[in-house]
């Protein structure tokens, strides 16, 4: 991590710690002990062994099915569609936003490196992850920003309570994560509380494709055994609405959403 970038960081941090950690590549604020058991699905996300496949294969592989590939968007398209609902710029334009974006639950940075691309030279991109296997692996595979590109730096940090200052950031993302979060609620409360008022948010999370009372039991069933949450077709978007975001808008796939809104 430059030393500039992390002292930008340190700059949005609530409470900023005295000697801060930066000596695996990130900002460590969670230490060796600094979070509770994860959930079976959680510890599968933290294992060695996930981040070595997940870009290559775990993601193309199980989020484009699950957006219902051939038909569906590619990881490519996707990153595409992020940037624009999130008010960046495509690769190679000329004018690029010296935005703060963040990448909430940003595992090993493939989200992180496609939002920079959007970003320009004064801007910040900040993916935080509890896992360090998964930052580990983000750190390897960021190259070191040229002199037009935007920072990029990575952070150890809670998703669900998020470290940042109030209205950090123009910009926030969490993609394929929160269904992963004991709580998903009080994490998209913290992350309508980083943002900026004009600020976007989009979310890709889970989606039940079926509304039926015995679906919602099995969801619940699934949730409980095994940490993962499936939300309804209304879930996600009804409570952006009820934290104020407008301009609200979805793309739904077989079993993955798209949720994006307005601060």
């Not at 969670?30 to 996930?50: C, D, H, I, K, N």
């Amino acid at each position: 991590m430059r030393s500039s970038s992390a002292e930008r960081v340190l700059g949005l941090l609530r409470e900023p710690p005295a000697e801060p950690d930066v000596a695996a590549g990130y900002l460590d604020l969670l230490g060796p002990s600094g979070r509770p058991s994860p959930s079976p699905v959680q510890s599968v996300m933290e294992s060695a062994f996930l981040p070595q496949i997940y870009e290559r294969v775990w993601r193309p592989v199980g989020f484009n099915l699950a957006k219902g590939w051939p038909i569906g968007p590619d990881t490519a398209t996707e990153h595409a569609m992020t940037r624009d609902w999130l008010g960046l710029s495509q690769p190679g334009d000329a004018a690029r936003p010296p935005a703060a974006v963040l990448d909430v639950a940003c595992g090993p940075g493939n989200v992180t490196r496609a939002l920079a691309e959007g970003v320009g030279p004064d801007g910040l991109v900040t993916g935080l992850d509890a896992s360090e296997t998964m930052l580990a692996r983000a750190v390897a595979d960021t190259p070191v920003p040229g002199p037009g590109d935007a920072d990029v730096c990575y952070v150890r940090g809670d998703a669900v309570d998020l470290p940042f200052e109030d209205a950090s950031f123009d910009a926030v993302c969490c993609f394929g994560a929160m269904y992963l979060f004991d709580d998903p609620w009080a994490a998209l409360d913290g992350m309508a509380r980083v943002l900026r008022r004009g600020g976007r948010l989009t979310i890709l999370t889970s989606r039940r494709p079926i509304p039926l009372r015995t679906a919602r039991i099995g969801g619940e069933l699934i949730r409980r055994a095994t940490g993962y949450t499936v939300f309804g077709d209304r879930e996600v978007t009804r409570a952006l609405a009820d934290r104020g975001f407008t301009g609200i808008r979805q793309h739904r796939y077989p079993l993955m959403q798209v949720v994006g809104g307005r601060r």
